[in-house]
Every structure is written in C-alpha cells, then in structure tokens.
C-alpha cells in the first residue's frame, strides 16, 4: 500500500505553480513502517534537489534533537504538508495545502502511526487545526484512532534565534516527550499482542 500511494503522487500535478518550480516531488524519506511521523511545512532548495526532507541546516538540528531523544532516522519517517517546493521557499498557500490534504490522510491511514509529530504551524494547524506553535510545543493531544499528535518547534526556528541554548533545552524536552509516548504505545502494542 505504501510503494503505491508513493506512486500515485509521483506525478501529481495538482499545484500548477509548485510544479512548475519543483524538480522532483519530495514523498517523504525514512522507515515506512515506522510507529512516527514526522510532518513537515514544504520542501525547501535542499530538499527539492536531494528529494529527501530536512537534509539541510534543519535536518542537522533535527537528527541531533532525534538523538537526544534516543531516535535515529531510521526509527522514524519523515514527510511534509505539501510534497513541492514552493517559488522562494514562500510558505505553502491554503490550497496547496488542501490539495495535498488527501495523500497526507492516505499515508496517515497507511502507516497508522502511534505518534504523529508536527513541526511548525503549518503541520500542527493541518493535523489537529491549532496554531501558536510557541504555546502548545511539547504537549499531547490525540488524532484519529487513538494516535497521539506532539507539535514540536521548527528547527529552522532554533537556527533563526542564533542557536539560543535555552531553545535548544526546550526542544530537546519535547523529543523525551515524544519518545516517552512512542515507547508507552509501543509497549502497549506489544502488551496486546499476548
């Protein structure tokens, strides 16, 4: 189910103007059967380019706020709210967002995940209709089917502030905490099995 749903949208065309400007849709990158999420705003130039999520200066803060907490790539997969790059990086617009509404519920349904982690706005309004990210990182609220949902601070958010330690400090506190769920559901799971 995963390989085709990732084909399905291998040549979606539904932004006219972020198909014009990508290179390569960007699907998503890490373990598709992963018990996490991670969903990101859009791919920046990096990842058009790579066709991987947060591999630039972001995805290096993330791999080291991953590792604090215990997690590597590999535990995890990583996507976005919109699957191209928008003109200038420029945020992703209302309905690019909605235009890629379905696919993100699809790979949702798909990898039923035990935590979905939203990083930024954008991500956390998308998933669970909450913005104020500044407010809410770090807490708990629960999706469909009993998943539970962590919004997290962008990374690019600790590269803009000129690597504030305190910041840093407080996002590593939410990857414990999204690690913490992650092996609650997962001994859950493992409980049930029995």
Known sequence: MFDK??????NCSKCSELCKNRTQIVFGSGNKEAD????????GANEDKQGIPFCGMSGKILNELLASAGLSREDIFITNTVLCRPPENRNPKKDE?????????????????KVIVTIGNF???????KTGIK?????????????????????????????????????????????????????????GDF
């Open 5 to 10: 749903l990732k084909q399905e949208y291998s």
């Open 36 to 43: 996490v999420i991670f969903i990101g705003e859009a791919p």
């Open 97 to 113: 967002i909605e235009n890629c509404r379905e696919r993100l519920d699809k790979l949702i349904s798909v990898m039923q995940p």
């Open 123 to 129: 991500a956390t309004e998308r998933i669970i209709g």
């Open 135 to 191: 407010t809410i990182h770090g807490m708990l609220f629960d999706f469909k089917q009993s998943i539970k949902v962590v919004p997290v601070i962008h990374p690019a958010s600790y590269l803009y502030s000129g690597r504030n330690p305190e910041l840093f400090e407080q996002m590593k506190a939410d990857f414990k905490t999204i690690a913490e769920v992650v092996d609650v559901k997962v001994r859950q799971k493992n409980l």
